[in-house]
C-alpha cells in the first residue's frame, strides 16, 4: 500500500518517533534507544528513519530581502482567508503592520497564527471588524497547556509587546442598551466571474 505521512512536530529525531525500539520483558512494553542525531543520514539509521525525509521548517527572518518577501507572502496568504467584514485589502501587508508582526512574534508560524486568530476573534466581539496594532495589543500571546512541553520546544519564547490600549466603548443599538452583535451570515461567493451576456 502506497502511502505519504507528512507529520509535523518538534524535535522530530529526540522524541524517539522514528527510531526502532525493541521488547523489554521486565517492563513489558517497547523500550527506544537514546537518540543518535548523527547516526540519522548514515549507515547505522533504523528502517524507519531511513523512509522519512526530515525537513527543517524554522521561524521567519526579517534580515534579507528573500526573508522579508516570504514573510510578507505569507501574511498575504493569511490576509487572503481572513473574513472581516471591514477589513482592508492589505490589513496585513501593508504600513508597519509586517514589522508589527514579526516584532510580537518573532516570525514564529504558531504564535503569528495565534495572535491572528485571537485578534480575529476579538474584531468580531468587539465589532470593529478589522485588526490594526491598538487591536492586536490588546491580545496577550499565551502557549501554556498541559499537553505542551516547554523542555522539548513546544513553547517557543514569546516576545513582550507594549503593553494593551485603552478599552474600546462598548457600541450599543440606538437607546436599547443591548450590544449589536455581528451578522455571522457571511456569504463569501468568492472573486467575481464574468460571463458573457
Excluded at 512494553?29 to 542525531?37: D, T
Excluded at 509586517?98 to 468587539?126: K, N
Aim: proline share 8%; aromatic share 4%; hydrophobic share 35%.
Amino acid at each position: 500500500m502506497n502511502v505519504t505521512l507528512i507529520l509535523i512536530g518538534v524535535d522530530i529525531l529526540g522524541s524517539g518517533l522514528l527510531r526502532q525500539g525493541r521488547w523489554d520483558p521486565q517492563k513489558r512494553q517497547r523500550v527506544l534507544p537514546p537518540s543518535q542525531h548523527a547516526r540519522v543520514h548514515g549507515l547505522e539509521a533504523t528502517q524507519t528513519e531511513r523512509r522519512f525525509d526530515l525537513v527543517e521548517l524554522d521561524r521567519f527572518r526579517y534580515s534579507t530581502p528573500g526573508q522579508i518577501a516570504a514573510f510578507h507572502d505569507h501574511l498575504a496568504s493569511l490576509q487572503a482567508n481572513l473574513r472581516l467584514l471591514k477589513a482592508p485589502p492589505d490589513m496585513l501587508t501593508g504600513g508597519h503592520m509586517p514589522e508589527y508582526l514579526m516584532r510580537r512574534t518573532d516570525g514564529v508560524v504558531g504564535l503569528l497564527e495565534r495572535l491572528i486568530e485571537d485578534g480575529c476573534q476579538e474584531a468580531m466581539d468587539s465589532s470593529k471588524e478589522t485588526l490594526d496594532e491598538a487591536l492586536l495589543d490588546d491580545i496577550v500571546l499565551s502557549l501554556d497547556a498541559p499537553d505542551r512541553d516547554p523542555q522539548a520546544s513546544e513553547v517557543p519564547a514569546i516576545p513582550g509587546h507594549s503593553g494593551p490600549a485603552p478599552a474600546a466603548p462598548e457600541t450599543t443599538a440606538s437607546g436599547t442598551g443591548w450590544a449589536r452583535g455581528r451578522n455571522t451570515t457571511f456569504d463569501d461567493h468568492g472573486p467575481e466571474t464574468r460571463t458573457g451576456s
